[in-house]
């Protein structure tokens, strides 16, 4: 009998329609690098499938390949995929897992016939445990019993146990993985989950809400080794202890690493060190993702967010000051009246804020929000939890109006960065007719 040691490891698409960040953000599949590179050194025949980048259809991989165990791993807006490569998976006699950030909390919603193993933590090594016939001593999992599942604890994970991610898969596509105009792009993890407690967020209650961060020599042991010129740290709040920071710095000079970084900040941090954002820059930070989610202190301090306008500006003004590229990253909220989608154009107009990314306010599947919201919610389409989506119903307007400002808003955003000449990789007449698309789909 054949011994099959093969393993699927697969990311699905982000979605089906021509409505996201496809050809302009696209992701390293990190995750599955640390999943492969334990499988392979365990001796088993791992494959990845990413389908950002494939062109085989996922069921047909499945076919030829005939892997023994599938895994795939998402978020909300790709639950739909999720299940439909189980069933294809477990049709073609595979042993399935679901696993990552949607299944760690959302874990019931993949309670299916066709599902075997539901991962609720960080710990891959869970996963190694099944394939080996180890169940029994994983900790972070749900266990299909015919129809009944057994819940284990989910218990944190320490980062610093992560293998080196095997990056074959990423170097054998470098035309696609990029960020922005940085391609291709390779991602870097140094941290799980955030110590903030931002109240739309959900991030910072994964590892089981517990901050777990690898040694900075290590990290940039890493980064030295890669083969592409570009970083992008993903780590919730990369800029946060400003001790590790600094050995960064201290470090990535001393080894005379040349590359251009991305990662996320927040803004008080920002504020408050301008010297070291100097640094930063210095040593090639090229682009800082930062939450500034509003334009004015009722909502952030709603949000929880620990921060004011008065930090944003000036976090915004350093960051413009030292010429590193902003990120600024706003929510639309459900309460909004049409003069505060007005404000938030006003306000990166004044700022001089070059990138602007907005999200519309969803409450999380997992997170308390969603029990706040639910006699509001609109949708269950998990697809729709995509931030680009109304999924509750907005308290001022209704959705159709709601969209309506929402997608002026991101139209005159795209003109403004059009005549500044800042995406020029991108398609603007293909973008700008995908939102005006979506603006008399949803409604004006
Ligand atoms: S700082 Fe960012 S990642 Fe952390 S809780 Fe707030 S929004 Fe989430």
């Known amino acids: 009998m054949e011994d099959n040691r093969r393993f699927l490891l697969v990311h699905p698409e982000i979605s089906r329609t021509k409505y996201n960040f496809a050809g302009i953000i696209d992701n390293e599949p990190l995750e599955l690098e ?10 088993f025949e791992p494959y990845i499938w990413d389908g950002q980048v494939e062109k085989q259809a996922c069921a047909d991989r499945i076919k030829e390949l005939r892997p023994k165990f599938f895994y795939v791993c998402g978020r909300t807006r790709q639950e739909n995929f999720m299940k439909e490569y189980c069933r294809a998976a477990k049709a073609a006699g595979a042993v399935t897992m679901v696993g990552g950030l949607h299944a760690q909390h959302c874990y019931k919603r993949f309670y299916e016939s066709y599902v075997d193993y539901v991962f609720t933590g960080f710990d891959i090594f869970d996963i190694l445990k099944v394939a080996e016939g180890r169940a029994s001593a994983a900790g972070s999992l749900c266990i299909r019993n015919g129809s009944r599942w057994e819940e284990r604890k989910a218990c944190p994970f320490d980062i610093k146990k992560l293998p080196r991610p095997d990056r074959t898969y990423f170097y054998q596509h470098l035309d696609r993985y990029r960020y922005l105009e940085l391609i291709p792009c390779a991602h870097v993890r140094t941290a799980y989950c955030c110590p903030y407690r931002c109240r739309f967020c959900y991030r910072n209650t994964l590892n089981c809400g517990v901050y777990s961060a690898r040694d900075i020599g290590d990290v940039v042991e890493e980064i030295a080794a890669l083969e592409v010129e570009n970083v992008y740290i993903i780590d919730d709040d990369f800029l946060f202890s400003e ?14 690493i040349k590359k251009k970084y991305v990662c996320y900040g927040r803004a008080d941090f920002i504020s408050s060190h301008k010297e070291l954002m100097k640094e930063l820059r210095d040593i090639g930070f090229y682009y800082v993702l930062v939450g500034l989610e509003a334009t004015d202190d009722k909502h952030l301090y709603r949000y929880n967010k620990k921060s004011d306008m008065y930090t944003n500006s000036n976090a915004v003004e350093i960051l413009n000051s030292l010429g590193i590229n902003t990120m600024g990253m706003f929510i639309t909220d459900l309460d909004f009246k049409r003069e505060d989608f007005k404000g938030i154009y006003r306000w990166v ?54 969209y309506m400002y929402y997608h002026i808003l991101l139209v005159k955003l795209f003109i403004r960065a059009w005549r500044q000449g800042i995406y020029d ?20």
């Not at 640390?34 to 001796?43: D, F, N, P, S, T």
């Not at 001790?243 to 005379?256: A, D, Q």
Request: hydrophobic fraction near 35%; avoid cysteine.
């Open 34 to 43: 640390y999943i492969y590179a334990m499988l392979k050194g365990a001796g």
């Open 243 to 256: 001790k590790r920071i600094r050995e960064f710095i201290r470090l990535v000079r001393e080894k005379g």
């Open 349 to 402: 107009k004044r700022h001089k804020l070059r990138h602007a990314a907005i999200s519309i306010f969803t409450p999380e599947m997992s997170s308390p929000l969603y029990d706040e919201y639910r006699s509001r919610l609109i949708t269950k389409d998990p697809s729709h939890w995509d931030y680009l989506h109304v999924v509750a119903k907005p308290s001022a307007m209704s959705v159709k109006r709601y």
């Open 425 to 444: 990789f991108v398609d603007y007449k293909y973008y700008i007719g995908s939102i005006l698309k979506n603006f008399f789909r949803f409604g004006g």
